[in-house]
């Protein structure tokens, strides 16, 4: 491991496709440890950067690495050993059991004459138990709410033993308690995090934020910081006030039209 | 697994046994046991030639080919319906047969070849060309993200197949050709000797292999296939690699034996419905049970009406166009 | 020197026939096939679908009437080789409506009702009728058969001889030969009697025998000659028992169910077309010998293999050929 090279990196990334661009010149580092939030509003390319940034896409122009190596030049298994993706929308007509569900995580980690092992086991377990899902292992994926169901992603994606792990609006589609668990679920997970995310507020808690427009990234940094008048008014198309919590000094953004 | 292997392998020869035991004429049990044991084990019964032929050279090939015939046509539905995360995918559906048939009837009723090409490499020919077209259909259609339109590609594409059947048929024609042809479309396998085994068996038994080797990858596409690339699946690779392998076993075994719907279509859920959808155990147990599902239609096909074969895809049709009715009632109730 | 008796007997019997025979009585009416056709003269531009009216035409002495043909099973006979090729040839197999219709003819000789009838591949007889053209359809396929079951049509009662003599007196009558017509049946009803004596003067006990025609591929359920149909009639006409039990004309029926059987002769078809590469009566012989199972047949291991032209097997005028192919068969068999 090149112990120097970040853990992901992207330089110049962008994506036309059939003519429309959408993303375009996308340089990061990613630090170890960090959350980083991506936002921006419908359409800036916020699932496409973290589609590209996870090798499920292949990018029209510049490139990804990974521990310094060429994203597309490793084996998927590699990659995957090492980064695991949740995504906005992914579910299955098919009846397996929620432990069934998580297990697939250990895909990168078998092969087809390795049979499957008590610490693979023990690893969906942990997993499980990570999201507070242990109780319904041997329940069926369709009985499950979303917010459950969303969970159980975020634990097939640790049994994967990623370092790093990506969550495209893992929060839509859940209601207002949903929301607060993951968020707080997400925050408490030791690994690095990059975290495509609708509500500003949301993104406040992340160390620092990509924000994107019209598949550009027009400001990287952290949120105070990032999220100026200027850039609420010209990416957002909203007024933000700062509002700070007197009790334990947490800072909001309240929204106006312009 | 281990002695889920050893009853598998019992449970397949019993039904080997008895699709060999019973057929057109009545021959009895123990005559059929006294030519296996000559021809297996070195035993010297005197027996009628004629017996011995009925029970070595036809009925047992034919019940083998019956049985790499189903075995391959329901591992190509399993190929297929997680590849495509459609529940209603199978080769028939998706105009493979339809091509097949097409193909035949181009050689055989046109005599399109001249005469170098039998019938099985013009069905051959004709079932990758449907193939084909449903690829690239799948491929065209992947930009706008639903597989349903591969199933409804797919019944266009074997509605155009079939339209074309007819009309040769129906052009050219006459009334001995178009009944000859017609048995043939509809499943037919009173030709098939040892050397259809030789080609079947090896080619179900590879497709098997293929899908088991790839059993967990097949797992991984549970939830897509953006899912299943995160999963650490080369994505492209194995649809190439297992869409090929579905492609050249169905077409071999309709080139064998004609167009047998609905085998692909049945036998994976019904197996689903007993251990879940997890490939380690679907995969195998597909194959044996659609080994097992065609044998018997085989079987019941010469037994139905007496004196006569009824077309082996008659009978998977009666069997099959019921369960998809089902399972399309199923799907919707739960929506 | 003795006059051979049975010559000097048909010689008489025209002789006496021609003396009954008289010119035809304007306008005719002729009943057939459920159709009253009326001619007010006799017709001098004819079409024929089929080839045993063609031959029927050139036997009768009427090929300067014919202006086209089609539906042809086999090279002409030789005799009318010079005859044949000055008229023109519609169709190898069925002709279009409007190519019989543009030959403006005054009458089109059918063979088969599933070419002009209810479900006519070239129309119905209305379709014809309506223009002014009528369609004589040959008794042997609509008397006591049942055109629209069974693939070929189903014989409801036992192929009767008389049938041919009736579409050879009426022809010959609509087109005024009627003492050419006479002399045609007597000399066909001479040679039938010839071939009957033969095979009751000896006295082995009837053999068996199976008509094999064709088939769809050459290890496929062959197409065999059922019950009560023309081969049928052969067949029982010089005492041979036909072993095939059902009553379509052209059924499919199992080898395994024929070897076990086990008929005393096999009567092949030899025909010119190829579609099926069992057409060719030498890829039929092969099969015989080859196949593990026919190879065992009495009727192959002792070779009686009879081959027979396809024409003889229908009701045709070289029906009488074939019945005397059997005869010396019958007569010269020796279980």
């Known amino acids: ?258 | 697994m281990r002695p889920g292997w050893g009853w598998s392998l019992l449970l397949l020869s019993g039904a080997l046994l008895a699709a060999t035991a019973m057929g057109e004429t009545a021959l009895p049990f123990g005559q059929v046991l006294k030519v296996l044991a000559n021809q297996l084990a070195g035993a010297h019964y005197p027996l009628d030639p004629i017996d011995v032929g009925i029970v070595w050279n036809y009925r047992l090939p034919r019940a083998l080919v019956a049985a790499a015939c189903g075995a391959g046509l329901a591992i190509c539905g399993v190929i297929l319906q997680a590849l495509l995360r459609n529940p209603l995918a199978e080769p028939y559906l998706l105009g493979i047969s339809a091509g097949a048939s097409t193909g035949a009837v181009l050689v055989s009723v046109l005599g399109i070849g001249g005469g170098l090409i039998s019938l099985s490499v013009g069905s051959f020919l004709g079932a990758l060309l449907a193939f084909t077209l449903v690829i690239v259909l799948a491929r065209a259609s992947r930009a706008s993200g639903s597989a349903g339109l591969i199933i409804l590609a797919g019944i266009a594409s074997s509605q155009l197949f079939n339209a074309l059947t007819a009309f040769v048929i129906a052009r050219s024609a006459n009334a001995e050709q178009a009944r000859g042809i017609l048995f043939w479309l509809m499943g037919n396998l009173s030709g098939v000797r040892w050397p259809a085994v030789a080609l079947a068996v090896p080619v179900a038994l590879l497709g098997l292999g293929v899908c088991w080797w790839q059993r967990r990858a097949l797992d991984a596409f549970t939830f897509g296939a953006d899912s299943a690339a995160s999963l650490g699946v080369s994505v492209r690779q194995l649809q190439v690699l297992l869409m090929t392998c579905a492609a050249l076993v169905t077409a071999v075994m309709v080139s064998l034996v004609g167009s047998i719907g609905f085998v692909g279509l049945v036998i994976p859920h019904a197996v689903r419905l007993r251990v879940g959808p997890g490939h380690g155990l679907l995969v195998p147990l597909s194959a044996l049970a659609g080994a097992v599902f065609l044998m018997a239609a085989d079987v019941l096909s010469r037994q139905l009406i007496k004196g006569q074969a009824l077309p082996i895809g008659v009978i998977t049709a009666l069997v099959g166009a019921p369960v998809f009715a089902a399972l399309l009632l199923h799907g919707s109730h739960r929506r | 020197m003795k006059l051979p008796a049975y010559p000097a007997l048909a010689l008489l019997a025209s002789i006496a026939t021609s003396a009954l025979a008289a010119p035809t009585q304007y306008p005719l009416t002729v009943q057939n096939c459920g159709k009253a056709l009326t001619f007010d003269q006799a017709p001098v531009r004819a079409v024929t679908i089929g080839q045993a009216g063609t031959e029927l035409f050139y036997a009768l002495g009427l090929g300067d009437r014919l202006v086209g043909t089609s539906l042809w099973f086999d090279a002409v006979k030789p005799e009318y080789a010079a005859l044949n090729a000055k008229v023109e040839r519609l169709a190898n197999n069925e002709p279009s409506f409007e190519a019989v219709i543009g030959k403006r003819p005054q009458l089109v000789a059918v063979q088969f009702e599933w070419m002009v009838g209810p479900q006519g591949a070239v129309g119905t007889r209305e379709q014809f009728h309506d223009l002014n053209i009528p369609t004589y359809l040959m008794p042997s396929d609509c008397v006591g058969k049942d055109n629209l079951k069974g693939a070929d049509g189903t014989r409801l009662q036992a192929f009767d001889i008389n049938t041919l003599y009736t579409s050879v007196l009426e022809l010959a009558k609509i087109f005024d030969v009627d003492h050419r017509g006479q002399a045609l049946v007597a000399d066909y009803k001479a040679r039938l009697a010839r071939a009957a004596a033969r095979a009751q003067a000896s006295a082995v006990k009837a053999p068996t025998a199976v008509v094999w025609f064709s088939s769809a591929a050459l290890a496929t359920d062959p197409f065999v000659a059922g019950q009560q149909g023309v081969a049928d009639y052969l067949l029982n006409a010089v005492g041979i028992r036909n072993v095939v039990t059902s009553t379509e004309e052209w059924p499919t029926v199992g080898w395994e169910t024929l070897a076990k059987a086990n008929p005393d002769f096999i009567v092949i078809a030899r025909m010119e077309r190829r579609r099926f590469p069992a057409d060719d009566y030498q890829k039929k012989l092969a099969f015989l010998k080859s196949d593990p199972v026919t190879r065992n047949m009495d009727a192959v291991k002792h070779d009686r293999i009879l081959i027979v032209d396809a024409d003889a097997l229908q009701a045709s005028t070289r029906l009488f050929d074939g019945i005397e192919q059997l005869a010396e068969a019958r007569e010269h068999y020796r279980p």
């Open chain 1, 1 to 258: 491991m090149n112990t120097s090279a970040p853990l992901l990196a992207c330089h110049n990334l962008g994506l036309t496709v059939r003519g429309a661009c959408l993303l375009q010149g996308v340089s990061l580092t990613l630090e170890p440890g960090e959350k980083l939030g991506i936002v921006g509003p419908n359409g800036s390319g916020k699932s496409t950067l973290l589609k590209l940034l996870a090798g499920i896409a292949s990018p029209t122009q510049g490139r990804v690495e990974l521990e310094g190596h060429d994203l597309h030049r490793l084996s998927r298994r590699d990659v995957a050993r090492t980064l695991a993706v949740v995504q906005q929308q992914a579910d299955t007509s098919d009846r397996l059991r929620v432990h069934d569900a998580v297990a697939l995580g250990r895909t990168p980690w078998l092969s087809p004459m390795a049979p499957w092992r008590p610490l693979d086991e023990q690893l969906v377990h942990e997993a499980l138990a990570a999201v507070s899902l242990e109780h319904l292992g041997n329940r069926l994926w369709h009985s499950l709410s979303g917010g459950e169901r969303q969970r159980a992603h975020i634990a097939r994606a640790l049994a994967q033993q990623p370092r790093l792990l990506m969550l495209d609006e893992p929060t839509n589609h859940l209601d207002i308690r949903q929301q607060l668990a993951l968020l707080r679920l997400i925050n408490q997970l030791p690994v690095t995090t990059v975290i495509a995310l609708h509500d500003l507020n949301q993104a406040l808690t992340c160390d620092r934020l990509a924000v994107l427009d019209k598949g550009r990234l027009v400001a990287l940094g952290v949120p105070a910081q990032v999220l100026t008048d200027e850039c609420l008014a010209e990416t957002f198309g909203v007024k933000g006030r700062w509002l700070q919590d007197l009790e334990d000094g947490t800072r909001a953004l309240v929204f106006s039209p312009l």
